[in-house]
């Protein structure tokens, strides 16, 4: 019989687990650290009874076309924005795969200091219609946690990426007050997650503002 970590949806360094609010500080485990009344997870892995987190076994994964890939938005520009790639095809990217990856083919996409794999949307590659109007910074910020596809290799260090598809774009992002407009009193404890509220708009549950992002599909829906 599967644990019940083995079945707990994938969680990504600075993603809060299922459910954390309140007393989270108290049931704070492994591979975990609190922020506000929220319990984040430190790596990638598997949120376990425990209330930790438990890293999957590490195994060499080198994304390739048609593998669907999870990774964090680092640059957004008016022509691309740049992923760093942590999850392929629903395993973790370890660090050290990034690196031999590239020993063994200089186009694996792996980052200038080997940490992991770089991914890039391109401007035609962000939905399936009116491509020419897309702008990036109105479908991606830095820091949103993204799902998208790779199309194929890019150049020597990058993967082009597609989130042309109902189910491909943001899963997570904050209010982009957490990305240094907020006002010198608030923090980031103070934010919550935006949560979808269309393809292309996901909304603050606090303030009740929206923002526009390329919005991935909730699973289930």
Same mark, same amino acid.
């Given at each position: 019989?599967?644990?019940?970590?083995?079945?707990?949806?994938?969680?990504?360094?600075?993603?809060?687990?299922?459910?954390?609010?309140?007393?989270?500080?108290?049931?704070?485990?492994?591979?975990?650290?609190?922020?506000?009344?929220?319990?984040?997870?430190?790596?990638?892995?598997?949120?376990?009874? /425990?209330? @930790?987190?438990?890293? &999957? !076994?590490?195994?060499? =994964?080198?994304? +390739?076309?048609? $593998?669907?890939?999870?990774? %964090?938005?680092?640059?957004?520009?008016?022509?691309?924005?740049?992923?760093?790639?942590?999850?392929?095809?629903?395993?973790?990217?370890?660090?050290?795969?990034?690196?031999?990856?590239?020993?063994?083919?200089?186009?694996?996409?792996?980052?200038?200091?080997?940490?992991?794999?770089?991914?890039?949307?391109?401007?035609?590659?962000?939905?399936?219609?009116?491509?020419?109007?897309? /702008?990036? @910074?109105?479908?991606? &910020? !830095?820091?949103?946690? =993204?799902?998208? +596809?790779?199309? $194929?290799?890019?150049?020597? %260090?990058?993967?082009?990426?597609?989130?042309?598809?109902?189910?491909?774009?943001?899963?997570?992002?904050?209010?982009?007050?957490?990305?240094?407009?907020?006002?010198?009193?608030?923090?980031?404890?103070?934010?919550?997650?935006?949560?979808?509220?269309?393809?292309?708009?996901?909304?603050?549950?606090?303030?009740?503002?929206?923002?526009?992002?390329?919005?991935?599909?909730?699973?289930?829906?």
């Amino acid at each position: 019989m599967a644990s019940s970590s083995s079945l707990a949806p994938l969680v990504l360094p600075g993603q809060p687990l299922p459910s954390s609010s309140g007393s989270s500080a108290a049931r704070a485990g492994a591979g975990t650290y609190v922020r506000g009344a929220h319990m984040l997870s430190s790596l990638v892995g598997r949120p376990d009874a /425990r209330g @930790g987190v438990t890293g &999957r !076994p590490s195994r060499f =994964v080198v994304p +390739s076309p048609s $593998s669907i890939v999870l990774g %964090r938005i680092t640059r957004v520009t008016p022509r691309q924005a740049t992923l760093s790639i942590t999850v392929v095809d629903g395993l973790p990217v370890a660090a050290g795969d990034a690196s031999a990856a590239g020993e063994a083919n200089r186009a694996a996409g792996e980052d200038p200091a080997g940490a992991d794999f770089t991914g890039v949307i391109r401007q035609q590659d962000v939905r399936m219609t009116e491509k020419d109007k897309v /702008r990036l @910074g109105d479908c991606f &910020r !830095p820091g949103d946690i =993204v799902r998208a +596809s790779v199309i $194929s290799l890019g150049d020597a %260090r990058s993967y082009y990426l597609s989130t042309a598809a109902n189910n491909l774009g943001v899963i997570y992002a904050l209010p982009s007050l957490a990305l240094g407009e907020a006002a010198p009193e608030m923090g980031t404890e103070a934010l919550a997650p935006l949560e979808p509220v269309s393809w292309n708009e996901m909304r603050d549950p606090r303030s009740g503002k929206t923002e526009k992002r390329k919005v991935a599909r909730p699973e289930g829906i």
